[in-house]
Nanobody, 124 residues
Framework: QVQLDESGGGSVQAGGSLRLSCAAS????????RGWFRQAPGKEREFVAA????????AYADSVKGRFTISRDNSKNMVFLQMNSLKPEDTAIYYC?????????????????WGQGTQVTVSS
């Protein structure tokens, strides 16, 4: 089993920045690709960003491209999401996810491991 623990959420005004962190523990050598998803009230969970094991490949949702950056530190089993130029529509619970394959996945169903989520609130 793999446990994921997100942190770094909070409240910020539009235009501000936050950095989310996701710490992995347990059988971390069994997971490779990592992703961030978010879910706003009344909406389905949506893909935000993903990164491969080496960090050499990344992908972003069009809505966050150019504003968010995903990165990872494998020596610490950590994944990060730097969020800049935040907008009120970025308000959601953000979830970290881990996949069993070293691939970019944009579908939540490809991630068997999930964190509990961290709230991000952006006010106008």
């Amino acid at each position: 089993q793999v446990q994921l623990d997100e942190s770094g959420g909070g409240s910020v005004q539009a235009g501000g920045s936050l950095r989310l962190s996701c710490a992995a523990s347990g059988r971390t050598n069994s997971v490779y690709g990592r992703g961030w998803f978010r879910q706003a009230p009344g909406k389905e969970r949506e893909f935000v960003a993903a990164i491969t094991q080496s960090g050499g490949s990344t992908a972003y949702a069009d809505s966050v491209k150019g504003r968010f950056t995903i990165s990872r530190d494998n020596s610490k089993n950590m994944v990060f999401l730097q969020m800049n130029s935040l907008k009120p529509e970025d308000t959601a619970i953000y979830y970290c996810a881990a996949a069993l394959e070293d691939f970019i996945f944009k579908w939540a169903s490809r991630y068997p491991y999930w964190g509990q989520g961290t709230q991000v609130t952006v006010s106008s």
